[in-house]
C-alpha cells in the first residue's frame, strides 16, 4: 500500500491542477499515485484478507473523501463533462496497469520456463557423460 503523506501530497497536487485549470498530464505522477491508492482501497475491500480491519476502515473514508472532493472540484471547474473526462483517464490507466502488471508475469514466466529448459540440457548432458564414463569403465577401455 501506497503511504498515507504520499497520498495527501499527490491528492493536493491533483486538486490544486484542477482548481486553477492545469491540464492533467502535469501532474500525471501524482495522478497515478493518488489511482494506485484509490484501487489499492478498492481492491483490499473486495479482497476480505486484511489484516488490520481498522486500518483498511481507514483507508476507505480517507479514499471516499479523497474522490468526493476530486468530483466536486473538477465539476465546479470543468463540469460533469470534465469528470467523464476524469474517469477515462482513470480506466485508462487501470487498463495500462493490468497490461504492466501481465508483462511482468509473463517475463517472470517466460525466465521460468528458459531456466528449466537449460538445467533439463545440463541434466541430460551430465547423464550422458555419466553413463559414458561407466560403461568405458566397465568394458576395460579405460
Do not use: C, H
Amino acid at each position: 500500500m501506497i503511504d498515507p503523506v504520499s497520498v495527501a501530497v499527490a491528492f493536493t497536487a491533483v486538486k490544486k491542477a484542477v482548481s486553477i485549470s492545469k491540464d492533467l498530464r502535469e501532474v500525471g505522477s501524482e495522478l497515478k499515485t493518488l489511482f494506485g491508492f484509490l484501487d489499492g482501497v478498492k481492491e483490499a475491500k473486495n479482497s476480505k484478507n486484511s489484516n488490520d480491519p481498522l486500518n483498511t476502515y481507514i483507508n476507505q473514508v480517507t479514499a471516499k473523501r479523497y474522490e468526493n472532493e476530486l468530483r466536486q472540484v473538477i465539476q465546479s471547474t470543468q463540469g460533469q463533462s470534465g469528470w467523464i473526462q476524469f474517469q477515462k483517464i482513470r480506466e485508462s490507466y487501470k487498463k495500462e496497469q493490468k497490461k504492466s502488471q501481465y508483462a511482468k508475469l509473463q517475463k517472470q514466466e517466460d525466465l521460468k520456463n528458459i531456466l528449466t529448459i537449460i538445467f533439463g540440457v545440463l541434466l541430460m548432458i551430465f547423464l550422458v557423460v555419466v553413463i559414458g564414463y561407466f560403461a568405458l569403465k566397465y568394458s576395460n577401455k579405460i
